[in-house]
């Protein structure tokens, strides 16, 4: 009897604190576990065989769809949480079930360089090549090829600026400090 009381009370204090099911509170290490292997799980929508992955790729959480192109992560690729890299396309002039159904089935690929971060939430559209060591900010949605080396965000994405790796950064420079 006291536990369900106790267990009521948690869950009643996890709601007002605004926290889901999976925040960690003492005693709730499973729910921490599970929260944390669905941090690290990505998925992917279609054939799995179109999916290639260099060494010591990074991907998280990312959502892959190849349903309409394969999908390219060359060497030190790394995705942020809620990467999502689509492959998919469906024809807007189409109505019904039609638009549902009128998948093409390549012609949409997306390559991301060695190199490359992704950003959180970052959406990748193809057909898309993303270039060597670019860096797209969080919440960018890429339609288009991008620069080896440069920052690019927004919505669309568009290039901010280059990136010059001889130039320290302000962290490297607090850091001699």
């Known amino acids: 009897m006291m536990n369900k009381l106790l267990e009521r009370m948690r869950h009643r204090v996890q709601r007002f604190l605004g926290l889901n099911a999976l925040a960690l509170m003492p005693g709730d290490e499973p729910y921490h576990h599970i929260g944390d292997q669905l941090l690290r799980m990505h998925r ?3 054939d799995p065989a179109r999916v290639t992955m260099g060494q010591d790729v990074v991907l998280n959480d990312a959502l892959i769809n190849t349903t309409s192109g394969c999908v390219s ?13 689509l492959t998919g396309h469906h024809d807007p002039a189409r109505t019904g079930f ?9 012609g949409r690929d997306i390559v991301v360089g060695s ?5 959180s939430n970052v959406t990748v559209i193809g057909p898309c090549h993303i270039g060597k060591n670019a860096v797209i900010a969080a919440g960018a949605v890429v339609s288009g090829d991008v620069q080896a080396g440069w920052i690019y965000g927004g919505v669309p994405a568009r290039p ?6 001889a130039a320290p950064t302000q962290d490297a420079k607090e850091d001699k400090a």
């Open 44 to 46: 992917i929508f279609g």
């Open 115 to 119: 190199g490359v971060w992704l950003g």
């Open 160 to 165: 901010i600026r280059r990136i010059d790796a």
């Open 98 to 106: 039609d638009r549902q159904a009128a998948v093409p089935q390549d």
């Open 73 to 85: 992560l060359e060497d030190f690729a790394f995705c942020g949480h809620g990467v999502c890299l």
